[in-house]
Nanobody
Framework: QAPLVQSGGGLVQPGGSLRLSCEAS???????IGWFRQAPGKEREAFSC??????SADYADSVKGRFTTTRVKNTVYLQMNSLRSEDTATYYC???????????????????WGKGTLVTVSS
């Protein structure tokens, strides 16, 4: 099994909701779990990081109040509400054996990546 398996995503109308999942094949108790996205023609950007040890999460301003990251055992969920067209992107989860660096993972500290899942927000 791949270290991180992503699921969810798809097409949703503006204002709608989606939930993404990121299942790890290892314990997340001592990892940070980050969410990233890459829109067409743009660089990949971090927007959320959750601490596997204390379950606390931080968010970029662009998603704060609309997106929520939670963890249940070895699966991390990204609940996305009030979606906008600018949220259209391929979404990735990643892990680090270190701490979150704000809403991202520490530079050079990522050990695993999910394969990504496409989210399209369009009417």
């Amino acid at each position: 099994q791949a270290p991180l398996v992503q699921s969810g995503g798809g097409l949703v109308q503006p204002g709608g909701s989606l939930r993404l999942s990121c299942e790890a094949s290892f314990t997340l108790d001592h990892h940070a779990i980050g969410w990233f996205r890459q829109a067409p023609g743009k660089e990949r950007e971090a927007f959320s990081c959750l601490s596997g040890s204390n379950y606390s999460a931080d968010y970029a301003d662009s998603v704060k109040g609309r997106f929520t990251t939670t963890r249940v055992k070895n699966t991390v969920y990204l609940q996305m509400n009030s979606l906008r067209s600018e949220d259209t992107a391929t979404y990735y989860c990643a892990t680090s054996p270190y701490w979150c660096s704000g809403y991202g993972l520490p530079a050079g500290g990522t050990d695993y990546w999910g394969k990504g899942t496409l989210v399209t927000v369009s009417s």
